[in-house]
């Protein structure tokens, strides 16, 4: 979840552990938020063949929806750079 920003958030490593991970069956990993590097992100998840795992979900709106998100997954993952 946030702003798609690849020098705050980092969500670049989140696609590489995605990478290493892609031979756990049922991974799917859902990442929320719109930004300037959006575009990149999605370039970059296709280019590693990971579009069946990464679902990029735009921006979320409201408390409702956001908690319905998080009562639906089984591990959250913030990713950001310092």
């Given amino acids: 979840m946030g702003r798609l920003f690849?020098?705050?958030?980092?969500?670049?490593?989140?696609?590489?552990?995605?990478?290493?991970?892609?031979?756990?069956?049922?991974?799917?990993?859902?990442?929320?938020?719109?930004?300037?590097?959006?575009?990149?992100?999605?370039?970059?998840?296709?280019?590693?063949?990971?579009a069946d795992r990464i679902l990029l979900l735009g921006t979320i709106l409201g408390k409702d929806i956001l908690g319905q998100l998080l009562q639906r997954i089984r591990a959250f993952c913030a990713a950001f750079t310092l």
């Avoid at 705050?8 to 049922?26: F, N, P, Y």
């Fill in 6 to 50: 690849e020098h705050q958030k980092g969500h670049s490593l989140l696609v590489q552990a995605a990478e290493q991970l892609k031979h756990i069956r049922d991974l799917k990993i859902l990442i929320a938020g719109g930004g300037p590097d959006e575009q990149n992100l999605k370039a970059m998840i296709a280019e590693k063949g990971l």
